[in-house]
């Protein structure tokens, strides 16, 4: 099933959002500001696009690997959920691991963006929970 992902560009630096290879999960997202990220630094980038996400998906914000990998670059809230109600532009929150200053270009590719179903779910508050293999562990208890 395919669905559709409308995008409205609002910047005259705005791209669309582009899928490197036909399979892949995720749709490079690209700055439309030149900004500096100081070392240890965080800043906001933002893409000029607008969007109306399918109903009953989100957008999950994503790293790049190469610019983690090469750069210390990341999004600063991996991964940044964009849910189907919002209309505003969007803007990527991303953070400098690095020890050296990182210049943001026009263009630049800075994150990736996954387009994932929202499960709607009924909550019951309980006393009782079923039993588990690990319920007894805790947080981290899967071992190493």
Same mark, same amino acid.
């Given at each position: 099933?395919?669905?559709? &992902? ?10 669309? @959002?582009?899928?490197?290879n =036909? /399979?892949?999960? #995720? ?13 240890g ?11 109306e ?13 190469? &610019?983690?990998?090469k ?7 991996? @991964?940044?959920?964009?849910? =189907? /109600?919002?209309? #505003? ?6 953070i ?13 590719r ?14 019951v508050q309980?006393?009782? &929970? ?5 319920d ?9």
């Open positions: 099933m395919e669905w559709e &992902l409308k995008i409205k560009l609002i910047d005259e630096d705005a791209k669309l @959002p582009y899928r490197a =036909e /399979g892949d999960a #995720g749709l490079d997202l690209f700055s439309v500001e030149e900004k500096v990220i100081k070392a630094g965080s800043a906001l980038i933002r893409t000029g696009i607008k969007m996400l399918p109903k009953g998906t989100e957008a999950q914000i994503r790293p790049r690997s190469g &610019l983690a990998l750069h210390s670059i990341t999004v600063l809230n991996s @991964p940044g959920t964009i849910d =189907e /109600g919002y209309r #505003g532009e969007i803007k990527i929150i991303l400098n691991h690095g020890i050296e200053d990182f210049q943001i270009e026009k263009q630049m800075i994150a990736q963006m996954v387009i994932a179903p929202v499960l709607q779910v009924k909550l309980t006393e009782v &929970l079923s039993s588990a293999i690990r007894r562990g805790g947080f981290g208890s899967s071992g190493e």
